[in-house]
């Protein structure tokens, strides 16, 4: 089975900083039958479900803001957060869905503000 | 939009029923798979299970055996049942629907907790 690992565990950074949040996968997501990586990206603030984000890798969702972008191929993924606004607090989770037995999500990243 | 609907204490053994009700769309789309997802209280989250148009399911394999997915096309909504529940099962229970197209979940409920507890 696949499993997927995220680092760190936490960060904190001040408002306006760049935040990156890395997922790692034990085995390839990416599919030579149709050139996707098959990763995405959630935030889930405090109490609330947790909303897509990225998918395939780097396709930002509808209404995503463009601060936010996935990148990375393989078993090397990276979420990046630009210009960090106090809105984006939130715990963050990679997701894969590559082979079964199906959807695996990482540990998560918690993100806070300095 | 989801919300899912359920009991919220659920004694040790017993079996846990939980539903979603889908509006502004059909449980019968070819375009979504209809899933259970769960997050014990300060974890991370669990896929459980899904089902597809209709009939296909799928199960995470550490619960396929206590659990089962499954839809009603009239009611439009999905459910979910986990036989001989015990504490580890305590967790907010969210459904939640992929879009094939993203393989990715691009809706969810707002989530219901369950506590097992006698």
């Known amino acids: 089975d696949i499993t997927v690992t995220q680092s760190p565990d936490s960060l904190a950074l001040s408002l306006g900083e760049r935040a990156a949040i890395n997922c790692k996968s034990s085995q390839s997501l990416f599919s030579t039958s149709d050139n996707k990586n098959y990763l995405a990206w959630y935030q889930q603030k405090s109490g609330q479900p947790p909303r897509l984000l990225i998918y395939?890798?780097?396709t930002r969702e509808s209404g995503v803001p463009d601060r936010f972008s996935g990148s990375g191929s393989g078993t090397d993924f990276t979420l990046t957060i630009s210009n960090l606004q106090a809105e984006d607090v939130a715990v963050y989770f990679c997701?894969?869905?590559?082979?079964?037995?199906?959807?695996?999500f990482g540990p998560g990243t918690r993100l806070e503000i300095k | 939009q989801l919300r899912e609907s359920g009991p919220g204490l659920v004694k040790p053994s017993e079996t846990l029923t939980l539903s979603c009700p889908v509006s502004g769309g059909s449980v019968r789309s070819g375009d979504y798979y209809w899933n259970w997802v769960r997050q014990p209280p300060g974890k991370g989250l669990e896929w459980i299970a899904y089902i597809y148009e209709g009939g296909i399911t799928k199960y995470n394999p550490s619960l396929k055996r206590r659990v089962a997915i499954y839809m009603d096309t009239s009611r439009n909504q999905f459910s979910l049942k986990v036989r001989s529940v015990i504490a580890a099962d305590t967790a907010v229970y969210y459904c939640?629907?992929?879009?094939?197209?993203?393989?990715?979940?691009?809706?969810w409920g707002p989530g219901t907790l369950v506590t097992v507890s006698p």
């Open positions: 997701q894969q869905y590559f082979t079964s037995p199906g959807y695996t």
């Open positions: 395939w890798a780097s």
């Open positions: 939640a629907r992929a879009r094939l197209a993203a393989d990715a979940f691009d809706l």
